[in-house]
Every structure is written in C-alpha cells, then in structure tokens.
C-alpha cells in the first residue's frame, strides 16, 4: 500500500454544490495531514491542516481526519468556479518531517 | 512580504549541460525541501535538509546533487546525468523541531531540456 492514496477520478460538481474529496493513508505516516491545492501551472498552496480526529472547518473547507479508519477527507461547500483546481493530501512521515504527497484529485466546478 | 522566490520561471538546456536551480526564502525556516513533479503524478521528494550544512537523498536523488551553505538558500543542480530532467522542479520549506511541518513552496521553475 502507498502512503498516502488518493484513487479517485476528476471530480465534476455544479456551482454552488459540495464537493468530496478522499484520501487514504498507510501506517507508514504519522497524525499530521495537509491539504495543498494546486491550480494549473502553478505550485501546490496550502488549505488545510488537521492533526486531531474529527473535524476541522475554515471557511468554506471542512477537513475530517478518522484515525481508526485511516482516512482524511476535505468538503468544499458552496463550489466556486475558482475552487477548480488539483487538490493534494499530504502526511508526515514518522520521526521527521518529510511529506508524502497523493497523487491528487482534479476537481471542476462547471457555473 | 516573507516567502519562497525560484528562479528563473522558465528554464530551456540542452542535453548534457548541468543546470543549477535557485531557491530563497525569508521565513526563517530550518528545513528546506525540493520536489519534482510530472505531469500526471504527484511530488516526488529530490532531496531535503533540516539544518545548514546537512542534507538528506529523497526518493529520487541521483542525477541531482544540492548545497546548503547558509539558512535561507537551497540550490539544486540537475546533473547530465538525470535521464529525464525535463519536468516542474518545487521547492519548500517548513520550520523544523517537533512539528507539524506544514511545508509552505515557491513558484516553481519549469525545465525543458532538448
């Protein structure tokens, strides 16, 4: 298993719907959990953190870490065209802090 | 304003010709990091370092060789000998110690070599 799966296709949502992204991850990588989002051509921007199972709001994003489960998800409320992006989930590697990365989910809000 | 600058946006080289790749940054970071991204994948880690003067072989080292003489600066050099060094070159940097390593990147430079 990678460290860190992210196995799902382009994700197509209408303005103003939510849209849910997946992430999987193996017991190689620690509590640590980011969300980058990546427009077209341009580098990786980071959205969210999260180190403590539950959930995590910031505006429009929530970010849900389930630790039994091993995954962490992010919801985006409300999609705004802009919101079309790659978005990247990230863990830390245990006793350092190297980041595993997914390969990461394109999403595309259609107005 | 703090932040990561990569210089230049674009670079064009011919095959056999070592390219070195610049990355500053402001924040005060410990650790510095340079990724490698291919269309279609995600970010494969080159090389890192936590500390000035020490660094560490990523996943995918060989090819590229790096440097870290001072706090703010990470060049990469990209060898002849990467086999396919065209691709979008990343770097990062977080602060180091205890965590939670959020890692924060520049711009990027993109690679073309013909």
């Known amino acids: 298993q990678k460290e860190v799966e992210q196995n799902s296709g382009p994700l197509s949502v209408p303005e103003g719907a939510i849209a849910s992204l997946n992430c999987t991850y193996s017991?190689?990588?620690?509590?640590?959990f980011f969300w980058y989002r990546q427009y077209s051509g341009k580098s990786p921007e980071l959205i969210m953190s999260?180190?403590?199972?539950g959930d995590k709001e910031d505006g429009r994003f929530t970010a849900q870490l389930n630790k039994a489960s091993q995954y962490v998800s992010l919801l985006i409320r409300d999609s705004q065209p802009s919101d079309s992006a790659t978005y990247l989930c990230a863990a830390t590697h245990y006793g350092n802090n190297r980041l595993a990365f997914g390969k990461g989910n394109q999403v595309v809000v259609i107005p | 304003d703090g932040g990561i600058t990569q210089s230049p946006k674009y670079l064009f080289r011919k095959e056999g010709q070592n390219v070195t790749l610049s990355c500053e940054q402001n924040l005060n970071h410990d650790a510095m990091y340079w990724y490698r991204q291919d269309p279609g994948q995600g970010l494969r880690l080159i090389y890192y370092?936590?500390?000035?003067?020490?660094?560490q072989k990523g996943d995918i080292a060989e090819g590229y060789s790096v440097s870290r003489e001072k706090k703010e600066s990470f060049p990469l050099t990209v060898t002849s000998a990467q086999k396919n060094p065209t691709a979008f070159y990343l770097c990062?940097?977080?602060?180091?110690?205890?965590?939670?390593?959020?890692?924060?990147f520049g711009p990027g430079t993109r690679l073309t070599v013909t």
């Open positions: 990062a940097s977080s602060i180091n110690g205890q965590g939670p390593y959020e890692q924060y």
């Open positions: 999260i180190y403590s199972n």
């Open positions: 370092s936590q500390i000035v003067n020490d660094f």
């Open positions: 017991d190689r990588v620690s509590q640590s």
